[in-house]
């Protein structure tokens, strides 16, 4: 595609980005088939090589307007097309760049702009947000039922291993897990304790910042990309392993801290050595099958084969490529994953976009929902945070994290259970 950008944007570090991805694009509209916004809308400026056009047209001096801002923020980012597009184009970070200047050219009401700043305020802060969530707790049976069902009930997570092995990995405590799922990363810390690994948490990290860097608070999100990397890089230094993610959400952002301070003199080499020790859970699960098959062989008599649906998040699949690997996994542990139809499209939670697009992400939710169903599993399962809750707000089915099971797998499987190895599907 050829540019010619407007000076206004031409010579800058987001002006010579952006120009570089849309260079790449050569408008074949493979994307237009995996696009979760076109397909429920058919309307060729919500997808990604409408979206494009918008955000050239816009660099290029084109007047900009509410319409504009309007389908662009209607992306999920959900980065489906970049895993069907043949060229390679890099639109996650295109839609980032296009969505902060259009911004800034036309502004927003004083609500949307009062909505987004809450969200920022709130949500990054665990002690914040732990305390709205008790209070909340508390006035439960005052809410309406609709608010309830929306609200989950605390889950105690059980026993966090002590630090006693020489194996140690780093894990991100997360924004609003510990206090919506605290179990989930409690459950990561025993499953890698099985296998001899000891996970820590950096008391001194934070939000990872993807939360403020969507909602074009790009200076905000770096400053808290820059507290996570300085939290962390000692213990990469004292031999820690890994970062553990258990939120695909974070990991995808953590993962490309060497892209976002690249131009950063002081952190971007920091930066990008964060990125390359950032692992999902998945993949040190993946690393240690050895362990996890012979600890299997040998559980107590207790669980019985689940069918289970696995939602594989768009942070996972698309943002981190990585597919196939908690089915492989989960196959391997003795539960029956059944097939998902549409399993490539978004379930519309999208960080804060089941807030800010209420509509748009509850036709999503009700789609992945009855594709997660097709083949009546007995429990939905995760990798992320977000997309748990919003998951769990469409159905009656359980839904949970992957890791709870192989938790659950590794203390109460059934004798005799095949030891099968791991073998991520294509």
Known sequence: MQTQLADFIKNTPDGQEADRILRTCVHCGFCLATCPTYQLLGNELDSPRGRIYLIKQMLEGEAVTQKTLLHLDRCLTCRACETTCPSGVQYGKLIDIGRGIAEKKIGRSWFAHLQRKALRVLLPKPSLFALLFKLGQLVRPLLPESVQANLPVPVAPGAWPAPRHARKML????????????????????????????LVVAPQAGCCGALAYHLNAHDEALAAMRRNVDAWLPYLDQGVEAIVMTASGCGVT??????????????????????????????????????????LSNAKPEMRNAKLAVHTPCTLQHGQQINGVLEAILTAAGFEVV????????????????????????????????????????????????????????????????????????????????????VPAD
Request: negative net charge.
């Open 339 to 422: 097939d998902t139809p549409d399993r490539h499209l978004c379930c519309g939670a999208a960080g804060t976009y089941s807030i800010l697009q209420p509509e748009l992400s509850q036709q999503l939710l009700k789609n992945k929902v009855a594709a997660l169903e097709t083949n009546q599993p007995e429990r939905i399962v995760t990798a992320n945070i977000g997309c748990l809750l919003h998951l769990r707000s469409g159905t009656q089915r359980p839904v949970s994290h992957w890791i709870e099971l192989i938790d659950a797998a590794l203390t109460r499987a059934e004798a005799g259970l095949p030891v099968r190895p791991i």
């Open 254 to 295: 953590v993962r490309e801290y060497g892209y976002y301070l690249r131009h950063d003199p002081a952190y971007a080499e920091k930066a990008r050595r964060i990125s390359d020790n950032t692992r999902d859970v998945s993949e040190i699960v993946l690393a240690e099958q050895d362990a996890l098959l012979k600890l």
């Open 171 to 198: 894990v991100l405590d997360g924004c609003v897990q510990p206090s919506l799922a605290p179990q989930i990363n409690a459950a990561a810390a025993r499953v890698l304790d099985s296998f001899g690994i000891s």
